[in-house]
C-alpha cells in the first residue's frame, strides 16, 4: 500500500477523488497532489471492492467520486457489462451517499445510470484519461504516450495534445498494437521466453507462473526491492533473494543449483526480449504516426521504457510524466488525470 501527500481540505476544488479500478491494482488520487496505490486483485476479492473503497474515502472524504476501471474485464466477471455493472454498484456502495460520476471513452464524466447501460463507453477508458494527461505535455504536433505498468503498456498516439488511437475498446487497441498485453510486474515468463540460459546451455520454460518478468527485473535492478510485497508468483517477498529461488524454478531447477550469477545471466535475457518486443512495437507505432517526434513515458516501467527508447532511429523527444509530476503520482496517473478532468483542469 502506498499513499503520498497530505490531504488539503483548503486546495482550490478538492472536494473529488478518482479512482482507477483495475484488475490487480486500486488507485486512486485527488489532483491537488494526494494519491494511493494499493494491490487489489478484483478476480479474487470482488466482495471486497465496496470496502476497500470506502477506506480510502475515509481518508480523504471527498464530496464527489469520478471513477475509470480496466477492472471489469477480470474473469470473476461474466462479460464487461457484468465487470461494469459491480465496479459502478460497488463504488456507489462506497461512496454512501455522494455524487459518483464514471469516466467514458467521449472523455466525458457520465451517471452510474448510463454508464451501466453503456457498458464498452466506460470500459477500459483509463488509457483515453491519461493520454490527455500526457497529452498536455507536449500540445502540438505528433507524439505517442508509452505507459508502461504492471500488466500492459499502452502505446497511444497524440496529435496537438490529444488522444489520436485507431482503437477504442480493449480488442481493437491490442489488434492493432496501440496495447501490449505485457507489464514490467505480473507477465508470467513463459510468456515471453520459451528457454533461457544456464550456464553453458539452455534450459527449456516449464509453462507455468513459477516467475514473472518482476523477478527479472528485480534481479538486474530494473525495479526496487518491496520486502513487504507479496504480490508475486508464489506469495512470497519482491526481493532480489527471493527472484533467484523463482527464477530456478522457472527452469525446474534446485535453487541450490542456481546460483546469484545464474539469476543475472536469466533475467537479463528475459528483460531483454521484452526490450526487443516493446521497441518493435513502438517502431511500428511511430511509423505510423506521421513523424512524431515526442514520447511521453508514464508508469513504473521506466527502465524498460529508456532502454526501448534508446534503440529507435532518429531524434525523440522524452517527455516523463514522473519527472513532471513525481513517480507516485505518475504511478496513478489515469486516476490523476480524471481528478484533473473532474475538476476542470484538464
Known amino acids: 500500500m502506498r499513499t503520498t501527500g497530505d490531504y488539503l481540505p483548503s486546495c482550490d476544488r478538492a472536494n473529488w477523488l478518482a479512482l482507477d479500478i483495475g484488475g490487480a491494482n486500486l488507485k486512486a488520487a485527488d489532483g491537488c497532489g494526494w494519491c494511493h496505490s494499493e494491490p487489489f486483485p478484483l478476480w479474487q476479492a470482488r466482495r471486497e471492492l465496496p470496502q476497500a473503497i470506502a477506506t480510502i474515502l475515509a481518508r480523504c472524504s ?42 467514458s471513452l467521449d472523455g466525458t464524466l457520465i451517471e452510474p445510470a448510463e454508464a451501466v447501460t453503456r457498458p464498452l463507453a466506460v470500459a477500459a477508458a483509463n488509457w483515453h484519461a491519461l493520454a490527455r494527461l500526457a ?10 504516450l508509452l505507459d508502461i505498468g504492471s500488466t500492459t503498456t499502452d502505446l497511444v498516439p497524440l ?57 527479472a527485473w528485480l534481479t538486474v535492478g530494473g525495479l526496487p526491492e518491496r520486502p513487504q510485497d507479496q504480490n508475486t508468483a508464489d506469495g512470497g517477498p519482491a526481493t532480489r533473494a527471493a527472484a533467484r529461488i523463482r527464477l530456478a524454478r522457472t527452469m525446474l531447477l534446485e535453487p541450490a543449483d542456481f546460483s546469484d550469477t545464474d539469476a543475472r545471466q536469466a533475467a537479463a535475457w528475459i528483460t531483454e526480449l521484452q526490450c526487443r518486443r516493446l521497441t518493435v512495437a513502438l517502431k511500428r507505432q511511430l511509423e505510423g504516426s506521421e513523424q512524431a517526434t515526442a514520447i511521453v513515458t508514464c508508469g513504473h516501467g521506466g527502465s524498460l521504457a529508456k532502454q526501448a527508447i534508446a534503440r529507435l532511429d532518429g531524434p525523440m523527444t522524452v ?28
Open 319 to 346: 517527455c516523463s510524466l514522473a519527472q513532471s509530476l513525481g513517480d507516485d503520482i505518475a504511478r496513478v496517473g489515469p486516476a490523476h488525470a480524471v481528478a484533473r478532468i473532474a475538476r476542470g483542469e484538464l
Open 135 to 144: 497529452g498536455s505535455l507536449i500540445p502540438t504536433g505528433r507524439g505517442l
Open 62 to 103: 471527498p464530496d464527489r467520486l469520478a471513477v475509470t476501471m480496466t477492472g471489469e474485464i477480470a474473469d470473476c466477471f461474466a462479460d464487461r457489462a457484468d465487470g461494469v455493472r459491480e465496479i459502478v454498484t460497488g463504488c456507489i456502495e462506497a461512496a454512501a451517499g455522494r455524487p459518483v460520476f464514471i469516466y
Open 159 to 215: 496529435a496537438a495534445g490529444h488522444p489520436a488511437s485507431q482503437g477504442n475498446t480493449d480488442w481493437e487497441r491490442m489488434a492493432c498494437g496501440e496495447l501490449l498485453y505485457m507489464g514490467v510486474e505480473r507477465t508470467p515468463v513463459p510468456a515471453l521466453v520459451r528457454t533461457l540460459p544456464y550456464r553453458s546451455s539452455r534450459r527449456p520454460v516449464a509453462s507455468e507462473c513459477f516467475a514473472t518478468v518482476r523477478d
